[in-house]
């Protein structure tokens, strides 16, 4: 079946350590994205890459970093400038040029830095 | 810039009845998507329904319809018959239509509905 995995589902680190979120998807979109939801607030746009070795920043991209070295795969790393990582992320891709430009959304990782 | 309002943070319905999520979004923009998504407490974000700005037939699915008002920029979900499973959080969101290009969606913040039993 085809679909976006995320992993892990929790992750648990330590203030001033880097972490690194995957997202794998086999779906052959052309375009990704990252969203942070926190409590009332909706999801918030972290990065999104429409195509392979390119990616702009979202709303929110400061504190984060992404790669999009392959077209399956978008992983995001939480740096240690991020004032306030712990949160729930969502990956998210589509297929451009589709006509329908729904995105589909992966498990998600809910992230906690103490 | 755009924007998407959703003016009621919870609401409560009974099993079979029928209940409406509100949704406003202001843009200048003309070609446009507008989406609801749903967000059970698995927190899986699952596609309920699409809306193109284009058209005037308001969209369903099944037991989902909307009320598409484009001048008034409103965008109501409407659910009949409502069931048990439908218990989640659902978000409205907006994404402006640049032809496959920068396709960002803009969520609102969210209605927490309860379906009681």
């Known amino acids: 079946d085809g679909g976006i995995t995320q992993s892990p589902k929790y992750l648990f680190r330590k203030e001033g350590q880097n972490v690194t979120l995957s997202c794998e998807q086999n779906?052959?979109?052309?375009?990704m994205y990252w969203y942070r939801q926190d409590p009332g607030q909706g999801l918030r746009l972290i990065y999104y890459?429409?195509?392979?070795?390119?990616?702009q920043k979202g709303d929110i991209a400061e504190g984060y970093s992404v790669s999009r070295e392959k077209k399956e795969s978008f992983p995001l790393t939480v740096t240690s400038a991020q004032k306030n990582p712990t949160a729930f992320y969502l990956c998210?891709?589509?297929?451009?040029?589709?006509?329908?430009?729904?995105?589909?959304f992966g498990p998600g990782t809910r992230l906690t830095v103490t | 810039a755009q924007t998407v309002t959703q003016s009621q943070p919870e609401m409560s319905v009974q099993e079979a009845e029928t209940v409406t999520l509100s949704c406003t979004y202001d843009?200048?923009?003309?070609?446009?998507?507008l989406f609801w998504y749903k967000q059970p407490p698995s927190r899986q974000m699952i596609l309920v329904i699409r809306?193109?700005?284009?058209?005037?037939q308001n969209a369903t699915e099944n037991r989902f319809s909307v009320n598409f008002q484009k001048a008034a920029k409103s965008f109501s979900l409407k659910i009949s018959d409502s069931q048990l499973g439908d218990t989640a959080m659902y978000f409205c969101?907006?994404?402006?239509?640049?032809?496959?290009?920068?396709?960002?969606?803009?969520f609102g913040t969210g209605t927490l509905l309860a379906v009681q039993p």
């Open positions: 890459s429409q195509i392979v070795n390119d990616f």
């Open positions: 779906l052959n979109h052309d375009a």
């Open positions: 809306q193109e700005a284009y058209k005037q």
């Open positions: 843009t200048s923009e003309n070609n446009y998507y």
């Open positions: 969101a907006f994404m402006v239509n640049y032809g496959g290009a920068t396709n960002k969606l803009i």
């Open positions: 998210a891709s589509t297929k451009t040029h589709s006509g329908s430009y729904e995105q589909y």
